[in-house]
């Protein structure tokens, strides 16, 4: 595996071990462009990692540093996940300029790296997250159209087969009510997220139900609490 190296003044000490993967979209128009913003010492943001289309795999940042990819962001317990974390960024034009899918050789490259870094880092499947998990209120990437079964497939992160085979609901049928919310909400913070248990229907709620269906239920992107994603959150629940 071959790692080129265009390192970025954006990063500092690390005193915290690394125990927490995020995984991004660049939401640019070019690995180049993207290369650029992130070694901009202006722009006061990094990443350890960036793999382009081609599946060439950029150092922005030594593992041993900090870099600046996470921004406000809580997951499990943790805020600030810079510090705890190694960031990848994979250059796709996201929300912004695309949609645009994945290429098989850039995720073969993304699998290589992540199979290295867990070596040297004790990195557990359920912290592989994307950047809208640990900050849904302000992040959509790296997007629905991430292969998260395929990266969970492979030995990295969390997926269930079950996802694949939820019997077909009548949506028109299902109104939620205060129980399935709170139930959602505990499911949602026995994941990882981070929300108040109300057993009602709010804004960080929605927020956080977006995330969770980016990542799981990427045909299912509402906010809304709908028979199938409950049933979602409850099989995925069972694997933290």
Known sequence: MKITDHFSPNFEERTHPVDTLVLHYTDMKSAEEAINRLRDPTAKVSAHYLIS???EIVRLVPEEKVAYHAGVSYWRGKSSL???SIGIELDNRGHLYGPESFPDTQIESLLSLIEVIRIRH???DYNIVGHSD???ARKKDPGELFPWQKIAEEGHGIWSPLLCKL???NETM???SARDYLMAQEALT???YQLELTGHENEETEYTL???QRHFLPLNITGLLDAETLQSLQIIKELY
Request: charged share 10%; proline share 17%; net charge neutral.
């Open 167 to 169: 019997p077909i609901q």
């Open 190 to 192: 026995h994941i990882g």
């Open 53 to 55: 289309k081609t599946g």
């Open 122 to 124: 004790d990195i557990p």
């Open 210 to 212: 977006t995330a969770f």
């Open 134 to 136: 640990i900050a849904p």
């Open 82 to 84: 810079n510090y705890n």
């Open 174 to 176: 299902f109104s939620p």
